[in-house]
């Protein structure tokens, strides 16, 4: 008789933990098109995250791996900002804030490799005149740059980030001394 309830109790945790896991595997990041933010501003203002990679960066693979697969990143942006996944060096069109973006050099035969540079791209992501992938680039709920940043960054790193424009922090404290204090 004790035997069996063991096993039940085993078997039990066995089904919540599974089940668990797998809820945690489902969160995802709810990534948006820029003519979908644009029409979810209009109903409820929230920060936007713009993630701009390309197919062939490794370093964007990696960030879409080990950082926006993590839960605490998924739950803050969801929570906090809309976001889009922009493809730096695609095809597509793109209208935003009146303005007509395309990608005139795109060539259809690189595009798993280095391909023409978008024209939202350089509208958005240049930091110091430079592009570089992968860039996150945030914005406040008028669509104002607040800026782009270059490069790989984990869980740990992109948090900070994440909440000082998010908890609106930029506006009343200097990074220097947010970035000193967060966590504290």
């Not at 489902?26 to 933010?37: D, G, L, R």
């Not at 791996?65 to 695609?90: C, L, Q, R, S």
Request: hydrophobic residues 40%; proline residues 5%.
């Amino acid at each position: 008789m004790m035997m069996r309830l063991h096993i039940k109790v085993i078997l039990f945790i066995s089904v919540l933990l599974f089940t668990e896991g797998l809820l945690a595997q489902q969160a995802q990041i709810n990534w948006m098109s820029v003519a979908e933010v644009q029409e979810a501003m209009k109903k409820e203002p929230k920060k936007v995250m713009i993630d701009v990679y390309t197919s062939w960066c490794g370093p964007c693979k990696m960030m879409m791996k080990n950082t926006f697969t993590d839960p605490m990143v998924i739950t803050y942006i969801n929570k906090h900002y809309y976001a889009v996944k922009f493809n730096a060096e695609g095809n597509q069109e793109v209208s935003f804030k009146g303005n007509t973006y395309s990608n005139p050099n795109f060539n259809p035969a690189k595009t798993k490799s280095r391909n023409g540079t978008h024209e939202f791209t350089m509208a958005i992501a240049p930091v110091s005149g430079k592009i570089a992938y992968p860039t996150i680039v945030y914005m406040d709920e008028d669509f104002r740059i607040l800026t782009p940043v270059q490069g790989y960054m984990q869980p740990a790193q992109i948090m900070p980030i994440l909440s000082y424009f998010g908890d609106g922090a930029y506006k009343t404290t200097d990074w220097q001394t947010y970035q000193g204090s967060y966590g504290k």
